[in-house]
T-cell receptor
Framework: QKEVEQNSGPLSVPEGAIASLNCTYS??????FFWYRQYSGKSPELIMS????GDKEDGRFTAQLNKASQYVSLLIRDSQPSDSATYLC??????????????FGKGTTLSVSS | EPEVTQTPSHQVTQMGQEVILRCVPI?????FYWYRQILGQKVEFLVS????????KSEIFDDQFSVERPDGSNFTLKIRSTKLEDSAMYFC?????????????FGNGTRLTVT
């Protein structure tokens, strides 16, 4: 059974702080990794994708991947109240995920206080 | 920006009835998907569809479920004889294709309530 595990939280950080979200996955052959943001009652929205070991930065967001440890993380710098949401880690066994299942974790709820 | 649209936004049905959830994927996308999310639970893959046939399906997608692309724009999920446990948010998604990395674009979802 392929699993994606996340700490459900809530993770509470003050405005301006760094939020660190973590995810582990069980399928060692996984090739593509994604972070989605989901506001309550809304659909998942893609924030970051990462395919190679190391760091990938996009604005205030940095995704980190360590395939040997089967670990993915998301750092949010200068956290804002508008970042308060549930962050979903998702994994696909293929580098090109077209037509195949994306396996989601249950998500970590982030709360940023002003 | 093009988006995936889903109708209706909320569907209420009685147990045992059939429902059809409708989706219009982004026009130049080739791959279509249905996911569901039971309240408080994780987003779960149901089925993917390409070139007028199912390319992958999960254990959840049993004979109760079917998908169809009845015309050039719509993509539907039919649930026959609905059960209480089918109550969930159903998300349609689409992606462009099979070259390079093609992220999923999700619609806003249909909340299905089975009473």
């Amino acid at each position: 059974q392929k699993e994606v595990e996340q700490n459900s939280g809530p993770l509470s950080v003050p405005e301006g702080a760094i939020a660190s979200l973590n995810c582990t996955y069980s399928d060692r052959v996984s090739q593509s990794f994604f972070w989605y943001r989901q506001y309550s009652g809304k659909s998942p929205e893609l924030i970051m994708s990462i395919y190679s070991n190391g760091d990938k930065e996009d604005g205030r967001f940095t995704a980190q991947l360590n395939k040997a440890s089967q670990y993915v993380s998301l750092l949010i710098r200068d956290s804002q109240p508008s970042d308060s949401a549930t962050y979903l880690c998702a994994v696909n066994r293929l580098a090109n995920q077209a037509g195949t299942a994306l396996i989601f974790g249950k998500g970590t709820t982030l709360s940023v206080s002003s | 920006e093009p988006e995936v649209t889903q109708t209706p936004s909320h569907q209420v049905t009685q147990m045992g009835q059939e429902v059809i959830l409708r989706c219009v994927p982004i026009s130049n996308h080739l791959y279509f998907y249905w996911y569901r999310q039971i309240l408080g639970q994780k987003v779960e893959f149901l089925v993917s569809f390409y070139n007028n046939e199912i390319s992958e399906k999960s254990e959840i997608f049993d004979d109760q479920f079917s998908v169809e692309r009845p015309d050039g724009s719509n993509f539907t999920l039919k649930i026959r004889s609905t059960k209480l446990e089918d109550s969930a948010m159903y998300f349609c998604a689409s992606s462009y294709g099979d070259r390079g990395h093609s992220p999923l674009h999700f619609g806003n979802g249909t909340r299905l309530t089975v009473t």
